[in-house]
Every structure is written in C-alpha cells, then in structure tokens.
C-alpha cells in the first residue's frame, strides 16, 4: 500500500482501511513477537474478504 500510493494515490483511495493494511503488515514483518491471534483472525474473516472484493473490482476496471 505505501508503495502504491507513492505512484497511484487514487487508486489507494478506492481500497478501504489503508492504515490498517498498513499496520498489519508492520506488525507481521518487524513486530512479529506482539502478534494479537485474534487480530489476526479478524484480519481473515472479516477485512480479507472486502480487500479481495475492491482488489478485483479495480482490476476489472483496468
């Protein structure tokens, strides 16, 4: 996401909860040992599904 939005701001803007993308992956990478299960998990039933969902919309767009 931030190396999307440095070359396509708007297209960023069409994908809800940046930040928290943003933080989870944070989190994921450097940060991995304050990892939250049940983040994580409400991660994949809840915010994957509508990232998947607006990720192919804007495909199909292009």
């Known amino acids: 996401m931030t190396q999307l939005s440095s070359s396509d701001e708007s297209l960023v803007e069409q994908i809800s909860d ?3 993308i943003i933080g ?3 989190v994921l ?3 991995y040992a304050d ?3 049940r ?3 409400s991660t994949i039933t ?3 599904p509508i990232l ?3 990720v ?3 495909l199909e767009q292009r």
Do not use: A
């Open 24 to 26: 989870m992956r944070i």
């Open 56 to 58: 192919n919309s804007l």
């Open 46 to 48: 809840l915010s994957l």
């Open 52 to 54: 998947l969902q607006e």
């Open 29 to 31: 990478v450097h940060r």
């Open 39 to 41: 983040r994580v998990w």
């Open 18 to 20: 940046q930040e928290s």
């Open 35 to 37: 990892l939250d299960n």
